[in-house]
Nanobody, 120 residues
Framework: QVHFVESGGGLVQAGGSLTLSCAASGNIAGGWTMGWYRQAPGKERELVATITTDGVTEYSASVKGRFSISGDNPKTTVYLQMNNLKPEDTALYYC??????????????WGRGTQVTISS
């Protein structure tokens, strides 16, 4: 079981910046993929960005060049720096963890989400 601490959401004007952070804890073994997904009202949940413990990143086309994800492996924490925010970035942002437990069980877990609202 994974416990998440998500923070950094809020309300900013278009063009502004926010940084989200997500710390995961639990009986987690080394080697994971963490990241952020988002869901706007009436829409499906979509990928924003992910990062592996090897530093391999993936971004959705809509955020590439504006958002940057980074990770702190020993702390099992990821950060999402969001710049030049647009009203269409408004959504509930969910932290996601995929990896294995110390008992070699697969883990696929979601945080509760943090709200990001961008005003025009």
């Amino acid at each position: 079981q994974v416990h998440f601490v998500e923070s950094g959401g809020g309300l900013v004007q278009a063009g502004g910046s926010l940084t989200l952070s997500c710390a995961a804890s639990g009986n987690i073994a080394g080697g994971w993929t963490m990241g952020w997904y988002r869901q706007a009202p009436g829409k499906e949940r979509e990928l924003v960005a992910t990062i592996t413990t090897d530093g391999v990143t993936e971004y959705s086309a809509s955020v590439k060049g504006r958002f940057s994800i980074s990770g702190d492996n020993p702390k099992t924490t990821v950060y999402l720096q969001m710049n030049n925010l647009k009203p269409e970035d408004t959504a509930l942002y969910y932290c996601h963890f995929r990896g294995t437990s110390i008992w070699e069980m697969n883990i696929d877990a979601w945080g509760r989400g943090t709200q990001v609202t961008i005003s025009s």
